[in-house]
Nanobody, 126 residues
Framework: QLQLVESGGGLVQPGGSLRLSCAAS????????IGWFRQAPGKGREGVSC????????KYEDSVKGRFTISRDNAKNTVYLQMNSLNPEDTGIYSC???????????????????WGQGTRVTVSS
């Protein structure tokens, strides 16, 4: 059974860092594009970052460019989202998702993704 499990969320002060993990089971991650999404309180889900299955394409939402980094460890079948210089606007539930699309493509739209994890909560507050 295909499953994605996020972890690493928590409460962090502004300016702090967190590393989120998305562990896959039941399938091999490196055949899929991976997306990280977040949903802030009272808002819709938005794409934050993605990584193509080939690893050659990454994308970031404008507000996180230079602060967030997406990466994948094939041996652990896990994708990470390193988040630095966090601010209160980064607060939300972060979810990972996979898309069995073109190996050189990844997108930041929710409709592009077929399978989703349950999410991990990130709160940035002093």
């Amino acid at each position: 059974q295909l499953q994605l499990v996020e972890s690493g969320g928590g409460l962090v002060q502004p300016g702090g860092s967190l590393r989120l993990s998305c562990a896959a089971s039941g399938f091999t991650l490196d055949f899929y594009a991976i997306g990280w999404f977040r949903q802030a309180p009272g808002k819709g889900r938005e794409g934050v970052s993605c990584l193509s299955s080939s690893g050659g394409t990454t994308k970031y939402e404008d507000s996180v460019k230079g602060r967030f980094t997406i990466s994948r460890d094939n041996a652990k079948n896990t994708v990470y989202l390193q988040m630095n210089s966090l601010n209160p606007e980064d607060t939300g539930i972060y979810s990972c998702a996979v898309d069995p699309g073109l190996e050189s493509h990844c997108g930041l739209k929710t409709y592009e993704y077929d399978y989703w994890g349950q999410g991990t909560r990130v709160t940035v507050s002093s």
